[in-house]
Nanobody, 115 residues
Framework: QVQLVESGGDLVQPGGSLRLSCAAS????????MAWYRQAPGKERELVASIPSDGPTYYASSVKGRFTISRDNVKNTMYLQMNSLRPEDTAVYYCYAYLPPHNYWGQGTRVTVSS
């Protein structure tokens, strides 16, 4: 059972930056494909960015050029650097880990972009 713990969510002004972290309990973290999802109020959960164990990263068109996903396999941690934040980025951000046949979700961290 992998436990994922997100942190870094906060209230930030438009144009500001935040870095989210996702700490995994699993020592074989490096084998997992990882991703960030978000869910805005009244909307479905959507994929923001993903990073496989080995391969290219993926970004949703709405965040490409503003967000950067990365991982540190020594620290068992994934990050999401978010720059040029917009009000429409307001959501609960979830960490996701996938290694067939298993998948795990974190509890979420709230990001609010507002002046």
């Amino acid at each position: 059972q992998v436990q994922l713990v997100e942190s870094g969510g906060d209230l930030v002004q438009p144009g500001g930056s935040l870095r989210l972290s996702c700490a995994a309990s699993e020592t074989i973290f490096s084998f997992y494909a990882m991703a960030w999802y978000r869910q805005a109020p009244g909307k479905e959960r959507e994929l923001v960015a993903s990073i496989p164990s080995d391969g290219p990263t993926y970004y949703a068109s709405s965040v490409k050029g503003r967000f950067t996903i990365s991982r540190d396999n020594v620290k068992n941690t994934m990050y999401l650097q978010m720059n040029s934040l917009r009000p429409e980025d307001t959501a609960v951000y979830y960490c996701y880990a996938y290694l067939p046949p298993h998948n795990y979700w974190g509890q979420g961290t709230r990001v609010t972009v507002s002046s």
